[in-house]
């Protein structure tokens, strides 16, 4: 059973940066995609990043942009998601989610990790 568990999470201060890890675990990866969504209250789900675990290839929401970096560690299996010149909009719980490389859904979710910037 594939499990997701994200941590990393706080609380920043306007400006500040911070970096969440998804921890993967329950299978092979090897032909999967990993991704970080957020969703603040109130708000719809977004989608931040993602990364093909086998390969380079990334992907940003265009807002994301220049202050998200995703990255992995394969022989950890943890993916990484680096904030930096964080917003109080940026605060929303914050997801790891991963799919089958071929498949269209984000099939597989973490629990969240809440991430507050103050201003």
């Known amino acids: 059973q594939v499990e997701l568990v994200e941590s990393g999470g706080g609380l920043v201060q306007t400006g500040g940066s911070l970096r969440l890890s998804c921890v993967a675990s329950?299978?092979?990866?090897?032909?999967?995609?990993m991704a970080w969504f957020r969703q603040a209250p109130g708000k719809a789900r977004e989608f931040v990043a993602s990364?093909?675990?086998?390969?380079?290839?990334?992907k940003y929401g265009l807002s994301m942009l220049g202050r998200f970096t995703i990255s992995k560690n394969e022989d950890q299996n943890t993916v990484y998601l680096e904030a930096h010149t964080l917003k109080p909009e940026d605060t929303a719980v914050y997801y790891c989610?991963?799919?089958?490389?071929?498949?269209?859904?984000?099939?597989?979710w973490g629990q969240g990790t809440q991430v507050t910037v103050s201003s």
């Open positions: 989610a991963a799919k089958d490389r071929g498949g269209i859904d984000w099939a597989y």
């Open positions: 329950g299978r092979t990866f090897n032909n999967y995609a």
């Open positions: 990364i093909l675990w086998r390969g380079r290839e990334e």
